[in-house]
Nanobody, 125 residues
Framework: QVQLVESGGGLVQAGGSLRLSCAAS????????MGWFRQAPGKERLFVAT????????FYTDSVKGRFTISRDNAKNTLYLQMNSLEPEDTAVYYC??????????????????WGQGTQVTVSS
């Protein structure tokens, strides 16, 4: 089982940057594919980015390509999301998620078994 704790959210002006972190418990972090999702008020939870177990494969939703970077440090059991050129439309609660996956990526929320509690990101115009 994996427990996930996000941090790094906050209030930032449009055009600014934030780096989210997701600390994972347990000794098997490197066997999980990881993902970031976000949920704006009154809207469904949407996929943002995913990374495979090794960190060598990633995939992004179109709206964040070129602005966000997902990465992981398996030695530190930590997932990251570097967010640059933030826009007011990026305002949401951001969640990290994990699924045990030997290969490949997961982009649907239904594929993930474990979720963090979320961290708020607010981008002012």
């Amino acid at each position: 089982q994996v427990q996930l704790v996000e941090s790094g959210g906050g209030l930032v002006q449009a055009g600014g940057s934030l780096r989210l972190s997701c600390a994972a418990s347990g000794r098997t972090f490197s066997t999980y594919a990881m993902g970031w999702f976000r949920q704006a008020p009154g809207k469904e939870r949407l996929f943002v980015a995913t990374i495979n177990w090794s960190g060598h494969s990633t995939f992004y939703t179109d709206s964040v390509k070129g602005r966000f970077t997902i990465s992981r440090d398996n030695a530190k059991n930590t997932l990251y999301l570097q967010m640059n050129s933030l826009e007011p439309e990026d305002t949401a609660v951001y969640y990290c998620a994990a699924v045990r996956l030997a290969y490949g990526l997961a982009i649907r929320s239904s594929e993930y078994n474990y979720w963090g509690q979320g961290t708020q990101v607010t981008v002012s115009s």
